[in-house]
């Protein structure tokens, strides 16, 4: 098993060993140094002292100045310093003969030490020499005669404690504090290591650093759009597949979603903490059916992740669908219309009323040419128009009167619109204006369709003498599956009607009456349009 792949329990608690046994060591060391700082001035305080002591002893000053003084005063320093436990003590008269030596054959000899100068000059000071058995601290007090004199100088040595000396006076003490961190570390290891797994779903790092490169992976692989944020409008996703559809581009990870895109409508579902599902909205003039997810985390709103599709083009392709349907129809109304004319015709060419045939048929060929080009005249698009014609004819054959207000006109679409925009509006309006003759009966069925135009507005109306809405129903009809027709009705009708009004910046008003009728105004801003040719 590699170190990458040992189990984190392991890891956490070599690691925990590791701090606390590095932390020992170097407190070790800061505690030993400095209980040798101490006892180093423990020591200088002791031999100084014992040095003015040695010094002021009224036979030690006789004895130096005197020869042959050192068998008089030598056993007396011997037992000064083993009961003030010293090293050793020197004696020294100003030719720094030794008076007083723990080495009886140095006794009557000169020291030679190169740090005793100051001494003789009346001088009291510390100082360092290394020798064989370790570091000494030497102790130099000067030695003056009743006249203030100086006749000679005390020497005290004391060997210092090395590091390993006070780290051998401190093993038990260490022992004991070794094995209760280590055994605090061993216990807290473990804790630290099962809290951290819970939070992990119990997986190891790697695991989880593989799970999150297969994420990154799928989330780039995938054919849709995936935009992350967390509670703080942060983006925490955003995959490829978004950066196209959003026309994005760089590195986005870590920046606030609104610097991003301006409306993504995901700032909501972290806010109000309500998913939303295949809606269609409008982004950056694309067509986006985009579902919104709200992240829980313990009931909790984390964030919010976004499942986007560009559906720009399957709607084109649908609208254009949808106006050929339309023209298909039209034939059909219109080919019935004309066969039960050429039936009419044959029968009174049958019976011999070969003049009133002929009128009915320059009449017929009349009425269509007249109808066509009035519409073609005031409608200046060819989709629209046979729109429009295909659903006069359609009205014909449901018996339902569809006028088009003479005084219509349009040349230009409104801003952000298109041929596909209006062919869908007018179809779903007619459309439901259709079907409310299905529940009543009404003597005159009629449905009126204006469209006036002008450099500042577009304005739409459909208004027909059906069953009408409910009034508690009318705040409801462009939600998304609302329908009162469940066998025929989806819901969708005057939902894409909202959309296509939201994405033109228009406004749309509703005023039905129930047993009377319903009428939808429709307002759009020019500013400025698109010529609506073709």
Request: hydrophobic fraction near 40%; include cysteine.
């Amino acid at each position: 098993m590699s170190v990458k792949q040992l189990p984190i329990r392991w890891k956490i608690t070599i690691l925990s060993y590791c701090v606390v046994i590095f932390s020992l060591l170097i407190g070790g060391i800061l505690l030993v140094v400095n209980i040798q700082s101490t006892k180093e001035q423990e020591i200088n305080t002791a031999a100084m002292n014992t040095a003015r002591t040695v010094a002021e002893l009224s036979d030690v000053k006789k004895a130096i100045q005197s020869p042959n003084g050192w068998t008089k005063i030598n056993h007396l320093i011997e037992q000064i310093r083993l009961i003030n436990d010293e090293d050793y003590i020197v004696v020294m008269n100003m030719e720094r003969i030794r008076y007083s030596h723990p080495v009886q054959s140095l006794l009557g000899t000169p020291s030679l030490g190169k740090d005793e100068d100051a001494a003789f000059a009346e001088h009291n000071y510390f100082s360092k020499a290394r020798g064989e058995l370790g570091t000494f601290t030497r102790a130099f007090f000067p030695i003056k005669d009743n006249n203030l004199n100086q006749i000679g100088v005390v020497l005290v040595g004391h060997r210092i404690p090395s590091f390993w000396d006070i780290s051998a006076n401190l093993k038990n003490e260490m022992v004991i504090i070794l094995s209760l961190t280590l055994s605090a570390g061993l216990i807290g290891s473990f804790l630290l290591a099962r809290h951290i797994k819970k939070q992990m779903f119990q997986l190891e790092p790697h695991q989880i650093a593989r799970i999150l490169e297969e994420r990154t992976a799928t989330f780039h692989a995938m054919n849709e759009g995936v935009i992350a944020i967390d509670s703080h409008e942060i983006i925490t996703i955003f995959n490829e597949k978004a950066k196209g559809i959003f026309s994005v581009k760089g590195e986005v990870i870590g920046k606030p979603i609104r610097s991003v895109l301006e409306d993504t409508r995901l700032p909501e579902i972290v806010e109000h903490n309500k998913a939303v599902y295949n809606e269609t909205i409008i982004v950056g003039g694309k067509t986006i059916l985009s579902s919104r997810i709200p992240v829980l985390i313990d009931q909790t709103v984390v964030g919010a992740v976004a499942i986007c599709q560009d559906r720009t083009e399957v709607v084109k392709m649908a609208e254009e669908l949808t106006g050929v349907k339309n023209f298909v129809e039209a034939l059909r109304v219109q080919n019935h219309e004309y066969m039960n004319n050429l039936h009419t015709i044959a029968g009174l060419i049958q019976l011999g009323k070969s003049e009133q045939a002929l009128n009915l048929a320059f009449t017929t060929s009349e009425q269509q040419g007249n109808t066509s080009k009035s519409i073609k005249e005031m409608i200046r698009n060819d989709a629209l128009a046979g729109l429009l014609l295909s659903k006069i004819r359609r009205g014909k054959e449901l018996g339902i009167e569809v006028r088009v207000d003479p005084n219509s006109s349009l040349s230009q679409f409104p801003a952000q619109m298109d041929q596909n925009d209006l062919v869908v509006l007018l179809g779903n309006l007619i459309e439901n204006a259709f079907g409310s003759y299905e529940s009543i009966e009404v003597e005159d069925r009629v449905i009126d369709i204006s469209i006036e135009q002008n450099e500042e507005t577009c304005a739409i109306m459909i208004e027909d003498n059906g069953c009408g809405i409910r009034y508690e129903d009318v705040a409801f009809i462009f939600d998304k599956g609302f329908t009162k027709n469940k066998q025929k009705g989806t819901g969708y009708g005057l939902y894409l009607v909202k959309q296509i009004v939201m994405k033109g910046n228009g406004d749309i008003d509703v005023d039905s009456h129930v047993g009377e009728g319903t009428s939808f105004t429709i307002i759009f801003p020019m500013n400025p349009g698109v010529e609506a040719n073709g």
